[in-house]
């Protein structure tokens, strides 16, 4: 192990997790989330809207988008804001296919999402430098360490604070989005970052921000700068 | 059409002992929730699944429910966790054709083929 492995104090939830868990993410032939991934691959070669074009007639094999999901959420240039991967899945669908935009948590958007993502496993979360997107990562912070809802905790308090101590029976994780979409055995299903998101802030019971909201956004960009250079591990499975 | 995911090893020696592994994409819904609106959610459940070995040349599908020999059956209950997996051995004999099962509520008929070469 380098020096600078051993310095690095940032653990992905894979470490907090029970080693019956940690089985089902390590085996693609048990990790439920390869449903949805052979299922984005097959989405990926169909050709669908009033364009009747496929994802891969504009970027070839799946194979070539590696490294693609280790940079979102980044700046898109022709929507002058942050998107995340899924949005930027949207983006195609709706300007380049011609289809209409899939809805949030839709089956085929999580499993293009989780193929795509797959494709960038063991690679590095590699945010991009943009000062658009440098200042999403500031708002983001911002959230990150904000106390909310009646219970009056932030992001930080429990996932930095107190990560590795318990809450009820679970042990609390550092919080590092390295495995979306994941496979969420409480979901018995594939979700976003921002289903996660939204539920953590059910829990202390905030007002949740809406699907798609430029704060998820901001929380995503700044959650992938706390995890830049970890390696992806999409799709996880979480407990 | 539900989605799944089989892995079996292309070739085996005879008589070798082989892992099978299958996993359907299924809700498993038990019929005991209720939705934000406090709908009951009708229950939606695999009821059984089986795996049958046809010796020989490549099964018809249309045959290939109930020909060949069964290899391992399972009952499927309510508790079952969504998206069901499975996981058991066979004692490689000779080259043939296994037909993977799942039947259950709502007509639910999936069944895949796999075909195993023994040499």
Redesign the interface.
Known sequence: MTAAHAADARKSGFEFMQPSTQALQKDD??N?A??WV??GEALWNKPEGAAVKSCANCHGEISRMKSVAARYPAYSSTQKKIINLSQQINLCRVTQQQASAWPVEHESLLGLEAAIAKESRGLPVAPPAQSQLADAQMRGETLFNQRIGQVDLSCRDCHETLAGKKLGGNVIPQGHATGYPIYR?EW??VGSLQRRLRGCMTAVRAEPYAHGASELVDLEAYLAKRGAGMPLEAPAVRP | MA???I?VPRTAKRDEIIEI?A???H??ETGYRRSSEGDLLPRDLIRRFTCRFVPGAVANANTASTAGDLIFAATFHAAI???P?LSFNLRATTSGTLVFTWEGDNGLAQSDTVNLLVA
């Open positions: 032939t048990q439920p390869m449903l052979k299922d055995l018995q299903s | 989605r799944t995911l892995t592994r996993l359907v994409q809700s498993m966790a969504a998206n997996y």
